[in-house]
């Protein structure tokens, strides 16, 4: 120990030429024995009588021998010590969390000084394996249980410390109650014995994975979670199945403990499943009683949740406290094997769900069959596959089993840390509790709920029975489960529940009688989401996505409106108020993203709030780009806003003059190559040139406009995609639709880009000289059209010879006209 080797080190000590150097005293031999021996050879060097000087100098080295074999003997104490140690540890010194120390928990904090930690800090300890070594060759546990209380008092009485056999003779008399003398050697032992199934524990990757990974997202049933968890318990193929529980209730089923809990049968009993034997007689006041929902209700609106709020906490939802009461009850059985199947993994990490038969399936997987949770179907022999059994889920409670968690999450931060305790029959531990890996840890990540209670003797009765095991656990600041006790339907049990995927980390394993003690620290998973979260992750995305468009419109846009376009941004998007009402909510434009979190979970919603989104970012890009006087920015994105549609509609505008403010903005929106556009409508002549050029710009470029009106008197809308060659057409028939000199412009904007159309009929319009003129011109860009049908257009002499000068020169062309 540190205390017996600063006793060693000190400076100037002299040691007396003799055997009786305290035992257990480590000797710093290299140095003290090379000064000797330099100082003998000295010695001799100067001295006349060579024999004498020899023979002192022989009897220095043999001392020097004699404290190097004391020094050996030291080594051999100490590694009998430790194994001492551990045998009188598991009998008799209670570990930190062991309540039975007068039935109280060691609360005192390290920083204070007080006698017992003083004297454990002296290592007496040792002074005992030293007396009680046991002889070469023998094992320690054996040797132990072998000694008699007069070797005991001998032994003690060598070293003076014959006071302590009493309470030593009864540790040892303890000792000879333990069925194996390590945890490690008892868990191999419940293994031999059979009739036990070893647990399934995951890795780092579950860890990590979080619980959405396992059984995927919670569902919703007509938008509501509630309905969703009330269909998982009431509407799928396990409802009204009977199912039996590891603690011995039978003949429960999904749908009377959904019933048990929401809308409860008072003073029926017999209606609800019960432990069995005489439990019902024998623990009358443990038995669970039907309670109006409304009870939990109130202590969760009066109680619960104000502490939650002062703790800066979420408040519990109604679907929160439903899970947990629901988890409280045989439901337990369901929800744990739904997330224990997941343990059986393959060699490459996946989860096994083929077996060669029913006999070759794991018990945590075999028991969600028993459990109707769903089934291993036999897939017969097909060519050159054997046969083989596969599952297939019924039901995972996914909505049920993530509000479990989230009202963890919820409550651990109200969880006073005290030690926990959970004990179980017929499992063993796997290997990895016992032996450490690489990096050194011992334990693994459960895959379950793990029940707990904060009363030991509550776990050590459940723990009465084959392959007896108890778990103690260590909270911490961040490490915390939940206590349930005030919503459970067993509320004596004072059960603290631990989310799923948590990391256990092993510190020690002892034996008391037959049962296997485990004390572990454990780590919660910090991927859990409430349900919330877990329910609002569309609308965080949203969110997030809002953020980030208003991070690009402020880098994107120069001068000094960045910041205010940025700003806009998170206004018109629901994600801040607005400045110019003081602080209240915009009514000016319903918020893309202002609704509440369960509506973006519906596809049409969602997909809404993207579209109506990125409306408000080009329109902030549009407003700051035009930079208009007048009212400022946010009057430009007034303006601009509804120009984001899909649908834009523009007959009721006078776009006469070049310079007007509406055809500025027009112009600008149309440059804007708006992505989102699939209709326009507006009046031809009533557009000034800026207008007309820019909207045939939108012609040739547009990959969405489908439908483009032009006001002119009974012509059907023309479809751009097919006019610029996006919609793969090659012969076009326009004949007879009315369309006058503004179509014939949009007609031969589109085919001066158009690469695949090689037929047009126009027959029957009234396009006149002007649309002719633009057709020609546009004859003259494409080289692929090889025919073009222009009778009945009202074509005067000037438009005749415009079509024909502009395909005179192409051989093989036909014109119709």
């Not at 909505?399 to 963890?408: F, K, P, Q």
């Not at 406009?705 to 479809?719: D, K, T």
């Given at each position: 120990t540190s205390r017996m080797h600063a006793r060693s080190e000190e400076p100037n000590q002299e040691r007396p030429r003799s055997s009786c150097v305290p035992l257990g005293t480590p000797l710093k031999m290299g140095c003290t024995a090379s000064k000797m021996e330099h100082a003998v050879t000295d010695d001799i060097n100067g001295r006349a009588d060579i024999e004498d000087a020899r023979a002192e100098n022989q009897a220095l080295k043999d001392e020097i021998q004699a404290l190097k074999d004391e020094n050996q003997r030291y080594v051999e104490v100490q590694e009998l010590k430790d194994e001492l140690k551990d045998q009188l540890h598991n009998v008799g010194t209670p570990s930190a969390t062991d309540p039975s120390r007068d039935g109280k928990v060691d609360a005192q904090p390290a920083a204070e000084w007080g006698v017992a930690g003083w004297v454990n800090s002296l290592a007496l300890s040792e002074v005992v394996a030293d007396a009680l070594k046991q002889p070469a060759g023998t094992d320690p546990f054996k040797y132990v249980l072998s000694l008699s209380l007069?070797?005991?008092?001998?032994?003690?009485?060598?070293?003076?410390?014959?006071?302590?056999?009493?309470?030593?003779?009864?540790?040892?008399?303890?000792?000879?109650?333990?069925?194996a003398a390590t945890g490690a050697a008892l868990n191999t032992k419940f293994a031999a014995e059979g009739d036990t199934f070893e647990m399934g524990f995951g890795g780092v990757e579950q860890f990590y994975g979080g619980l959405e990974k396992l059984i995927g997202p919670p569902l919703m049933v007509?938008?509501?979670?509630?309905?969703?968890?009330?269909?998982?318990?009431?509407?799928?193929?396990?409802?009204?199945?009977?199912?039996?529980?590891?603690?011995?209730?039978?003949?429960?089923?999904?749908?009377?403990?959904?019933?048990?809990?929401?809308?409860?049968?008072?003073?029926?009993?017999?209606?609800?499943?019960?432990?069995?034997?005489?439990?019902?007689?024998?623990?009358?006041?443990?038995?669970?009683?039907?309670?109006?929902?409304?009870?939990?209700?109130?202590?969760?609106?009066?109680?619960?949740?104000?502490?939650?709020?002062?703790?800066?906490?979420?408040?519990?939802t109604l679907e929160e406290l439903v899970a947990g009461r629901m988890y409280t009850g045989p439901m337990y059985e369901k929800y744990n094997a739904v997330l224990r199947f997941f343990s059986a993994r393959g060699a490459d990490g996946a989860v096994l769900l083929e077996y060669a038969s029913v006999d070759e399936v794991p018990f945590l997987q075999k028991k969600c069959g028993w459990l109707h949770l769903g089934e291993?179907?036999?897939?017969?022999?097909?060519?050159?596959?054997?046969?083989?059994?596969?599952?297939?889920?019924?039901?995972?409670?996914?909505?049920?089993?993530?509000?479990?968690?989230?009202?963890?999450?919820?409550?651990?931060?109200?969880?006073?840390?005290?030690?926990?305790?959970r004990g179980w029959t017929g499992a063993t531990l796997p290997e990895a509790f016992f032996k450490p890996d690489a990096l050194g840890f011992r334990g693994g990540v459960e895959y379950g709920f793990s029940s707990t209670t904060t009363d030991r003797a509550q776990a050590v009765h459940y723990a009465e029975g084959k392959a007896s095991t108890v778990l103690e656990l260590v909270m911490g600041m961040i490490d915390r489960g939940a206590d349930i006790s005030w919503l459970s339907q067993y509320p004596h049990e004072a059960e603290t529940l631990l989310p799923p995927l948590m990391g256990l980390q092993v510190r020690s394993t002892s034996v008391e009688g037959s049962t296997l003690v485990v004390q572990s620290s454990f780590s919660i998973n910090m991927a859990s989401l409430t349900l919330e979260q877990v329910a609002g992750k569309r609308k965080k995305l949203l969110t997030d996505m809002g953020a980030q468009m208003a991070a690009e419109v402020r880098r994107g846009v120069a001068g000094e409106t960045a910041e205010e376009a940025a700003q806009l941004v998170r206004v018109r998007l629901g994600l801040e108020r607005c400045a110019d009402t003081g602080g209240a909510e915009d009514k000016r434009l319903e918020s893309p993203l202002d609704d509440e979190a369960e509506a973006y979970n519906s596809d049409p919603r969602f997909q809404a709030a993207v579209s109506d989104a990125l409306k408000v970012k080009r329109a902030a890009v549009l407003a700051a780009a035009m930079q208009h006087g007048g009212g400022g920015l946010a009057a430009a994105m007034d303006m601009v806003l509804p120009l984001q549609a899909s649908g834009v509609d523009l007959t009721e505008f006078d776009f006469v003059s070049d310079d007007s403010v509406m055809v500025g903005t027009v112009v600008a929106w149309m440059e804007s190559a708006p992505s989102a556009l699939t209709s326009l409508k507006l009046e031809w002549?009533?557009?000034?040139?800026?207008?007309?050029?820019?909207?045939?710009?939108?012609?040739?470029?547009?990959?969405?406009?489908?439908?483009?009106?032009?006001?002119?008197?009974?012509?059907?809308?023309?479809?751009?995609?097919?006019?610029?060659?996006?919609?793969?057409?090659t012969s076009l028939d326009l004949s007879s639709k009315k369309l006058g000199p503004g179509s014939a412009a949009v007609v031969a904007a589109g085919l001066s880009v158009n690469r695949v159309l090689i037929s047009l009929n126009m027959d029957g319009n009234e396009i006149g000289d002007e649309g002719a003129a633009a057709i020609a011109e546009a004859l003259r860009a494409n080289a692929v059209l090889k025919r073009i049908i222009l009778f009945n257009n009202e074509l005067g002499e000037e438009g005749e010879k415009a079509i024909c000068d502009a395909v005179s020169e192409r051989e093989g062309f036909e014109l119709m006209m």
């Open positions: 007069a070797d005991l008092e001998s032994r003690l009485e060598a070293v003076k410390l014959s006071g302590h056999a009493e309470a030593l003779w009864s540790a040892i008399e303890k000792l000879r109650g333990q069925s007509e938008g509501s979670l509630l309905k969703a968890m009330e269909t998982e318990h009431c509407k799928e193929k396990d409802a009204d199945v009977p199912f039996a529980t590891s603690n011995g209730i039978e003949g429960a089923t999904s749908e009377l403990e959904w019933e048990f809990v929401v809308a409860p049968v008072e003073n029926q009993d017999s209606r609800y499943a019960e432990r069995g034997g005489d439990f019902r007689t024998a623990h009358r006041e443990w038995c669970r009683r039907a309670e109006p929902l409304s009870v939990y209700e109130a202590k969760m609106a009066d109680e619960v949740n104000p502490m939650l709020v002062a703790a800066g906490q979420a408040p519990l291993w179907a036999e897939s017969p022999a097909g060519k050159g596959e054997p046969a083989v059994v596969r599952w297939a889920w019924h039901n995972q409670y996914p909505t049920t089993i993530h509000a479990i968690n989230s009202i963890i999450v919820k409550l651990s931060p109200l969880t006073r840390i005290t030690p926990l305790y002549v009533n557009a000034c040139s800026r207008v007309r050029e820019s909207l045939l710009d939108v012609v040739r470029t547009t990959r969405t406009l489908v439908s483009l009106s032009l006001g002119e008197e009974g012509a059907m809308p023309l479809n751009p995609l097919q006019l610029n060659g996006r919609e793969a057409v």
